[in-house]
């Protein structure tokens, strides 16, 4: 499991550090997509860096669990704004998204700790 988990977390990372690091600087998609949106500029900065500091949780000790569920956490609100607001297809946030619990799992140790409760 433990090559498992670092595929998973170095494939999660470029992704997501890629993506995120997009909507932070500007580049003229994620502008153009944000307006679509229409919710702001606001919510790209947001989202550029929800998406980057969840992937950098992925390498800190015993906080795996928490980068995945908060990228988890976006390839939801993804997957609602790819079908309800953009109408295109929500398979890179499914794909994405099931990464994300695949690390879950394969961390679920982590969740009593993270909730300070005994295993």
């Known amino acids: 499991m433990t090559y498992i988990s670092l595929g ?14 997009a909507k932070i600087v500007g580049v003229d998609m994620m502008i153009a997509i944000f307006d679509e949106i229409g919710f702001g500029q606001a919510l790209r900065y947001f989202t550029g860096a929800v998406e980057v500091i969840g992937a950098l949780l992925l390498w800190l000790p015993r906080r795996q669990i928490i980068g995945a569920a908060v ?24 794909v994405l998204g099931l990464a994300c619990i695949a690390v879950l799992y ?11 409760r005994p295993e």
Do not use: C, Y
Request: proline residues 2%; aromatic residues 4%; hydrophobic residues 55%.
């Open 8 to 21: 998973l977390r170095i494939f999660l990372t470029l992704v997501f550090v890629g993506a995120g690091g």
């Open 71 to 94: 990228l988890g956490g976006t390839m939801v609100g993804a997957l609602v704004t790819d079908l309800l607001i953009l109408g295109t297809s929500g398979l890179p946030a499914i």
């Open 106 to 116: 394969i961390h679920r140790d982590q969740i009593s700790e993270i909730l300070n």
